[in-house]
């Protein structure tokens, strides 16, 4: 896919914006958004647009094809949810976004940091990143390598769902 896409997540996939993010795909998402003004701004944005509602798979300019959509089972796990995404349009795990804002992450001195991160990680950790836009500063502890991990199982099951469908 020559151009990275970007998503729009309806309001019960919340979960899953914040784990594209995790994967490296911008993922905008808020539960208080209605359904029309979710399609027109995947229309305006020409963004993907991620739902489990087949009301919003009913809208015009959803069901004419106007608007990028993949529908994301219901009764999945998040991560099963992801790999699902993942598997359907063929992406690979890129560096991490903000999880909580969907910013840009950029390394950072530890020293630039300290203050943000407990003593005891600063004595194990020496790779630091922080959130362009909201500043919240992560670190390669036992949080991450769990996060990485549960990226790689949905990158797995990804593999797996190609595999079968016979892409
Ligand atoms: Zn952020």
Known sequence: MAEEPAFLCDAML????RWLRAAGYSAWFDPHVADGALVRKALEAGKWLL???SGIQDRHAV???LVRCLFVPRGLST?????????SLDLPLRPSRCMDCDGEL???EPAEVAACVPPKVRRVCTEFFRCRVCGKVYWHGTHWVSIRKRLARARELAGRLQGGAGR
Request: overall charge negative.
């Open 14 to 17: 919340g979960g899953l914006a």
């Open 51 to 53: 739902t489990s509602d």
């Open 63 to 65: 069901s004419e094809g």
């Open 79 to 87: 991560v099963e949810q992801l790999g699902h995404v993942l598997g």
């Open 106 to 108: 950029e390394a950072v």
